[in-house]
């Protein structure tokens, strides 16, 4: 599977942004993940949603601001990003695996797959 991520730039705080993941070479499997890592930090959990049946999952920093959906038909994973805050400034890696269980979505270790990451920074 090739993830390409995009959708990332400049915006103010308060402002919205909206990432893709596209995926080709095969389906996406069974969840897929946006993480971030911001400069000097770990990459982290964000989001995930389950490609059957829809489930969503988010970080308690991100939850009632971000929403991740899928559009089955175009293979591809939206990151619909909210209330942008500072703190949000992050690079944006989409991840995915066919392996992965619900217990173990927010650990990177996890998944196979990995886009080549967007960088989004929000301005204060």
């Known amino acids: 599977v090739q993830l390409q991520a995009s959708g990332g730039g400049l915006v103010q705080a308060g402002g919205s942004l909206r990432l893709s993941c596209a995926a080709s070479?095969?389906?996406?499997?069974?969840?897929v993940t946006w993480f971030r890592q911001a400069p000097g930090k770990e990459r982290v959990f964000v989001a995930s949603?389950?490609?059957?049946?829809?489930?969503?999952y988010y970080s308690d920093a991100v939850k009632g601001r971000f929403t991740i959906s899928r559009d089955n038909a175009k293979n591809t994973v939206y990151l619909q990003m909210n209330s942008l805050r500072p703190e949000d400034t992050a690079n944006y890696y989409c991840?995915?695996?066919?392996?992965?269980?619900?217990?173990?979505?927010?650990?990177?270790?996890?998944?196979?797959?990995w886009g080549q990451g967007t960088q989004v920074t929000v301005s204060s």
């Open positions: 949603v389950k490609w059957s049946g829809g489930s969503t």
């Open positions: 991840a995915a695996s066919h392996s992965v269980i619900q217990s173990n979505i927010a650990s990177q270790n996890a998944y196979s797959y």
């Open positions: 070479g095969r389906p996406f499997g069974r969840y």
